[in-house]
């Protein structure tokens, strides 16, 4: 039960905090996790504020409500009944969709974009008055094979005007923005001039309730940039590059078009070089529910990939990313706004207008061929990549990067009539990831790998190591020459315990010799035992022969990589530092001097 419900007193004024004058209230609207992310992104800019009051209430109308009361619990907010809040006086209202009958509300709004900009194009269905899509209960549209699909939230009815656009725009079309013949939004948030420029093709009334206030949610991950190595290191990236995927919702979106794309990239990336990401649209989760999504990609979770979770976490990833593959998702789009080399893995061009930024980026951007090898097309596109060359769309996503509070919490200010506090605008950068993780044992957390170790032809004492997660290897979809199997000593599927060549032990306390000689007993048909030691790698092979490996200059970010070259290449060459090895790691190049400890 609610605030509102128990005490049935305006909301928001039970005494206690504030009884001034001036004392204000501001109702926010969430419709959906992905509306509600958005707004939270917004609304610290009335924090520290006593005159202040946020009261937070329910949408009705969104098939993927399921996350949001659980949201609104998890942050403490006072959440009132929408029956109520109708009923009642604000100063102040703010939404990041429009769906339910925000026309009722009895305070002056403020809509805003519920990603980076408007650029989907109105399903014909939804334009006629009346017919909201799938509103009716039990049918939405594509619930077939087990793909249900958020609803879009429209209004219900158009009020009179002109035929409608031939090619209307959520979110910039008299469609979406006319409700009983009066523009919803009193205030109109939009993050670059050239969406007034649409808004006045579209639907000319409603340009004197724009305002063109940037992007807040890109701000945040602007500020997030300078802690790029430490959202990183929650990753767990070290020095390898970071793969963010990135799948919006529905079946024309990256994982609705192409399900086993994370699972090729696993298998194709080898895992010294590449960490890889997944960031999901919070309609995935919710409209199949988190357990369902995490069981679908158990298999890749197991292989390495870190998942984030719906609320947070793709920001931060955004700032942490070397390439995105994504779709026609807002978060695709941002990634290429920071320059970062992203490419497309679907795209879906007959859903947005052909005039919008995103539509525009897609087309510039480099599809990747689902029937070729992926990381041969990651390299070269990557190799051609600069910061500016998709700047030609995504300069538009807004035109004030890095200002959008300041300009926000003016407006919010003035439309609550209250001087605005003269401290400097916050922005906060976003929180570190914390992505998902599965797998037994945790400390561990090593897939069984399947390597390679290629002598180098034109040097005798240097080898090309690549190392993939087993799993996904073993499908046969990728060729590997003379591949030997590395294991972890918890490993717990016999399977795959039984064929390794290189057991890997630790991290644990105690001696590490140890453990290397209870684990070659324990796995009779391994050849080498290995842990790392800091930057070194401990090696004990089936003589009983202690070795240390020992990189002189830039390490590997996993030291165990280099139990794979010894095993290949037990040939040293002398040199100023003793017996020295090379490692190669893709294009990282590894001097490793070979100590003998000893039996």
Not at 66 to 84: C, K, M, R, S, Y
Not at 480 to 503: F, G
Request: charged residues 25%; glycine residues 8%; neutral net charge.
């Amino acid at each position: 039960m609610s605030v509102g419900e128990r005490l049935r007193v305006p909301i928001g004024a039970a005494p206690g905090w504030s009884t001034a004058p001036d004392a204000r209230r501001v109702l926010v609207v969430a419709h959906t996790v992905t509306a509600l992310t958005r707004i939270l992104d917004i609304i610290p800019l009335l924090e520290s504020d006593p005159r202040v009051q946020l009261v937070f209430t329910r949408a009705r109308t969104s098939n993927f409500r399921e996350g949001v009361t659980e949201f609104l619990t998890d942050i403490g907010a006072v959440v009132a009944p929408w029956e109520q809040v109708v009923d009642e006086e604000f100063d102040l209202a703010v939404s990041a969709s429009y769906g339910d009958d925000l026309h009722l509300i009895k305070a002056p709004m403020v809509v805003f974009s519920h990603g980076a900009g408007y650029n989907k194009l109105m399903k014909p269905e939804s334009r006629k008055a009346g017919k909201p899509e799938s509103r009716k209960a039990g049918k939405p549209e594509s619930r077939k094979a087990g793909k249900p699909e958020i609803d879009r939230e429209f209004p219900e009815e158009t009020g009179p005007g002109p035929a409608p656009h031939p090619d209307p725009v959520f979110g910039l079309s008299r469609e979406t923005l006319l409700r009983d013949g009066a523009v919803i939004p009193q205030t109109l948030v939009l993050s670059h001039t050239e969406q007034r420029d649409r808004l006045a093709a579209a639907y000319p009334e409603a340009v004197d309730s724009a305002v063109v206030a940037g992007d807040p949610t890109y701000d945040r991950i602007l500020a997030g940039l300078p802690w790029r190595d430490r959202y990183r290191a929650h990753l767990e990236t070290g020095d390898r590059r970071l793969l963010l995927i990135s799948s919006t919702w529905g079946p024309t979106s990256l994982l609705g078009a192409r399900p086993d794309l994370p699972l090729r990239l696993l298998e194709e990336l080898p895992v010294d070089e590449y960490r890889v990401a997944l960031a999901l649209h919070p309609n995935v989760w919710h409209g199949h529910g988190p357990w369902q999504v995490r069981a679908w990609l158990a298999d890749a979770e197991r292989a390495g990939l870190r998942v984030l979770p719906p609320r947070s976490g793709w920001q931060a990833a955004l700032a942490a990313a070397d390439h995105v593959i994504g779709d026609h998702g807002s978060v695709t789009f941002y990634g290429a706004a920071l320059g970062t080399h992203t490419m497309l893995g679907a795209f879906p061009d007959h859903e947005l207008a052909a005039s919008s930024p995103i539509a525009g980026f897609g087309r510039a951007a480099t599809r990747l061929d689902p029937d070729a090898p992926l990381l041969p097309q990651l390299a070269a596109d990557a190799a051609r990549h600069t910061p500016d060359r998709f700047a030609a769309t995504t300069r538009l996503l807004t035109s004030i990067p890095g200002g959008s509070a300041a300009v926000l919490r003016s407006t919010f200010y003035k439309l609550l009539d209250l001087a605005e506090p003269a401290r400097p605008v916050r922005v906060a950068p976003p929180e570190p990831p914390v992505a998902y993780r599965r797998g037994w044992p945790d400390t561990a957390d090593v897939p069984p790998l399947i390597a390679t170790a290629e002598p180098d032809p034109a040097d005798p004492a240097a080898v090309r190591v690549a190392r993939h997660p087993a799993d996904p290897v073993s499908t046969g979809r990728l060729s590997l020459r003379r591949p030997h199997t590395v294991v972890h000593a918890d490993e717990p599927q016999t399977r795959w315990r039984d064929a390794a060549d290189v057991v890997l032990c630790g991290p644990a306390d105690g001696d590490p010799w140890r453990r290397l000689t209870d684990a070659l007993a324990a796995l009779p048909d391994a050849r080498l035992a290995a842990e790392a030691d800091g930057d070194a790698c401990l090696v004990l092979d089936r003589d009983g022969v202690r070795h240390r490996l020992v990189p002189r200059g830039a390490a590997a970010p996993d030291p165990t990589a280099y139990a794979s070259a010894f095993l290949r290449l037990r040939r040293t060459v002398a040199g100023p530092d003793g017996l020295v090895c090379t490692v190669r790691l893709g294009d990282r190049t590894i001097r490793v001097a070979v100590e003998r400890l000893g039996p």
